[in-house]
Structure formats: structure tokens, C-alpha cells
């Protein structure tokens, strides 16, 4: 008989700014999580940084983020893999996508794409509110292809969203309200992205795909992660199918907004961990000021 796997959590950063309260929340509803199921079997939480944008993203961050964590009392277990060191495990997942016919390059800018959608209210956007992508290069022959990167235009490999969907078919994930529910079946829908990027010519892979292939590589089974990302997970549910890789369960928890309503940004350095620390504000200040969302994630 098969033994059952422990539950696997993880808990991903970016190191490109200071953790805010929003971060302490997202850490401290993992190390929750994984202390629930622990008591009934073994369980880990692990600390991943997502620093593939190598630019932003410095050691000395990571280094900060780590300092931080510690201080507020959230313990992890392995060792912390930094995502900039497995471009070579992404770039062989975009291959595969290639070899099936499902990724294509691109070539139009930022500035283009919005010259291309202005004076259309009705274009298509996705979650983030970002325009559809509207060039028409999965149409390209590779000649054509070929041409543009010979002339030095930037590349941008797109899923061919279209094919991608038709390939997969209907897909769910599971929902998890709490660590002992049953959970419930999400209609994955990753159309609503249009063709997202997988991979650029300055940065070789993208949050959709990197993430997506590293909680298949540690074996994560509960992605725990703030409401804000939960449209996101139609794209990683299919990409998922499409290299055939394990399927975790999910929760999706509620966020820490500002007076102003909105998301709390790394921009926002009054809310920063360090911030609060240096005005005297202790750990558990820190869940006392989150308890009332946390009470009703």
C-alpha cells in the first residue's frame, strides 16, 4: 500500500523590496497551515525566492527578506533554492511546449501593443487588466519568424492560448476554505489571460512558468497564496496538464489592503517589516495586527 504524502507548503517571495505585512500574513497563513496538518502527519514548509528578474532582485534582499522572516518567527525546513539558478529546468519545459506546437515568438513592444489596442474599449483584457495580446505572428510561418530575430527584434514566447485550451480541454482545480476541508472544484479559465508570455529574451522563463515547474520539482502539495494570484492559477492549472505534472490542492487568502483600499505595495515603506521593527513594533504586534484578517481569510 502506498504510503501518504505529507503535506508540502511553500512559502515564494521575490526579493526585489522589502516584505510588507501583506508578505508576514501570506508567511504566517502557511506556517498556520502547515502546523495544522502536522499534527495529524508530518508536515514542511519551504522557503523559495523567486528572483528571476536578476536585475531587481539582489542577495542582499533575499538576505533581508530571510532576516525578516526569522524575526518574526516563521521557521521553515530545507534548504532555500533560489529560482535563478534553474533557468535551465524552465527552458527545457518551454521546449517541450515548443516541440508540441503550443508557444510561439513574438515580437511586438509594449508601446506597440498599446498603440495597437488604443481606441478599442472593447478589447479583450486579462485579470490584470492588461490588453490581450493582438499580433498575429502564431500565424507566422517560420521563415517569417526567423526573419524578425535575424534583424534583432526582441522575442517574447507566447502561448498560443487558442490551441493550448482546445488541447487540454475542460480543467479544475481544488479549492481548500481551510487545512481540513474537503475542498471544492474551480473551474479553470485560462483563456481570460489571453496568450501570456512564458518567456522573454532578457529574463528566460516567467512567474506563470516558473512557478508552475518548481512546485512539480519540490513536490509541493498545498499552494497556499493570496487571493490576488487566484485567477492566475487557470494558466498554471493548464500549463500543469500540458507538461504533465502533479496537480496541488490550493487557498487562496484573503489580502492586507491600505487606508487607500488597495493591495499593499513593496513600494509602501512605511509598512515594510524592517519599517515596523525599527519603530519598536514586536512579532506579536505583528499577528495582532493581522489577526482580524486572518480570523476571517
Known amino acids: 500500500m502506498d504510503q501518504p504524502v505529507s503535506p508540502l507548503f511553500r512559502f515564494a517571495p521575490s526579493p526585489n523590496g522589502a516584505l510588507h505585512?501583506?508578505?508576514a500574513h501570506s508567511a504566517l497563513v502557511n506556517r498556520d497551515w502547515a502546523d495544522a496538518l502536522g499534527r495529524d502527519q508530518e508536515s514542511q514548509?519551504?522557503?523559495?525566492?523567486?528572483?528571476?528578474?536578476?536585475t531587481r532582485c539582489t542577495p542582499s534582499l533575499a538576505d533581508g527578506m530571510r532576516g525578516d522572516l526569522h524575526w518574526l518567527g516563521v521557521t521553515f525546513d530545507g534548504e532555500v533554492e533560489p529560482q535563478s539558478q534553474r533557468f535551465a529546468a524552465y527552458q527545457k519545459a518551454l521546449e517541450r511546449l515548443q516541440d508540441i506546437g503550443l508557444v510561439?515568438?513574438?515580437?511586438?513592444?509594449?508601446?506597440?501593443?498599446?498603440?495597437?489596442?488604443?481606441?478599442?474599449?472593447?478589447?479583450?483584457?486579462?485579470?490584470?487588466?492588461?490588453?490581450?495580446?493582438?499580433?498575429d505572428e502564431r500565424s507566422w510561418k517560420e521563415e517569417e519568424r526567423q526573419a524578425q530575430i535575424d534583424l534583432?527584434?526582441?522575442?517574447?514566447?507566447?502561448?498560443?492560448?487558442a490551441k493550448a485550451v482546445a488541447w487540454a480541454g475542460r480543467l479544475v482545480w481544488t479549492e481548500l476554505a481551510n487545512p481540513s476541508d474537503a475542498g471544492t472544484a474551480i473551474e479553470a479559465q485560462p483563456e481570460r489571460w489571453g496568450d501570456?508570455?512564458?518567456?522573454?529574451?532578457?529574463?528566460?522563463?516567467?512567474?506563470?512558468l516558473s512557478v508552475t515547474v518548481d512546485d512539480a520539482a519540490q513536490g509541493i502539495t498545498h499552494v497556499v497564496r493570496g487571493e490576488d494570484l487566484r485567477a492566475a492559477t487557470g494558466v498554471h492549472?493548464?500549463?500543469?496538464?500540458?507538461?504533465?505534472?502533479?496537480?496541488?490542492?490550493?487557498?487562496h487568502h484573503g489580502l492586507v489592503l491600505g487606508d487607500d483600499g488597495r493591495k499593499l505595495s513593496k513600494s509602501d515603506g512605511s509598512?515594510?517589516?524592517?519599517?515596523?521593527?525599527?519603530?519598536?513594533?514586536?512579532?506579536?504586534?505583528?499577528?495582532?495586527?493581522?489577526?482580524?484578517?486572518?480570523?476571517?481569510?
Not at 152 to 161: A, F, I, P, S, T
Not at 200 to 207: G, W
Not at 271 to 297: C, F, K, M, N
Request: glycine share 8%.
Open 45 to 54: 514548509l519551504l522557503l523559495r525566492m523567486e528572483d528571476i528578474d536578476t
Open 21 to 23: 505585512l501583506g508578505h
Open 196 to 208: 501570456v508570455v512564458l518567456a522573454r529574451a532578457d529574463v528566460p522563463t516567467s512567474y506563470h
Open 271 to 297: 509598512t515594510s517589516l524592517a519599517a515596523l521593527r525599527e519603530s519598536g513594533v514586536t512579532p506579536d504586534g505583528i499577528r495582532q495586527q493581522l489577526d482580524r484578517l486572518r480570523a476571517h481569510p
Open 152 to 161: 534583432g527584434k526582441r522575442v517574447v514566447w507566447r502561448l498560443d492560448m
Open 237 to 251: 492549472r493548464l500549463l500543469q496538464h500540458l507538461l504533465g505534472l502533479p496537480v496541488p490542492l490550493y487557498h
Open 104 to 135: 510561439y515568438a513574438s515580437f511586438m513592444s509594449r508601446g506597440e501593443i498599446k498603440q495597437a489596442v488604443a481606441g478599442k474599449p472593447d478589447w479583450p483584457r486579462d485579470p490584470d487588466g492588461s490588453p490581450h495580446y493582438p499580433g
